[in-house]
């Protein structure tokens, strides 16, 4: 897979897709948590946002690459 694709003229990494996936998927799972009240068992929501969103990411990452 190449490291760059270009989009509209322009050059962006391939973690740039990623990223978004990530992101979309941080958001779902945000989403599923709050509607079934599974927060309650979370210590910390904030955190568990961000390493959930942060292990999609890098598992992303060692998929593209």
């Known amino acids: 897979m190449p490291r760059e694709i270009a989009l509209l003229d322009a050059l962006v990494p391939t973690l740039l897709f ?3 996936a990530a ?5 779902i799972i945000d989403w ?13 929501p904030a955190l568990f946002r961000l390493a959930a ?3 999609m ?3 992303s990452g060692l998929w593209i690459y």
Request: charged share 5%; with cysteine; hydrophobic share 50%.
């Open 53 to 55: 969103f942060a292990c």
């Open 32 to 44: 599923l948590l709050t509607r079934y009240h599974l927060y309650r068992y979370i210590w910390y």
């Open 57 to 59: 990411f890098a598992l």
């Open 18 to 20: 990623g990223f978004l």
């Open 23 to 27: 992101s979309c998927g941080s958001l």
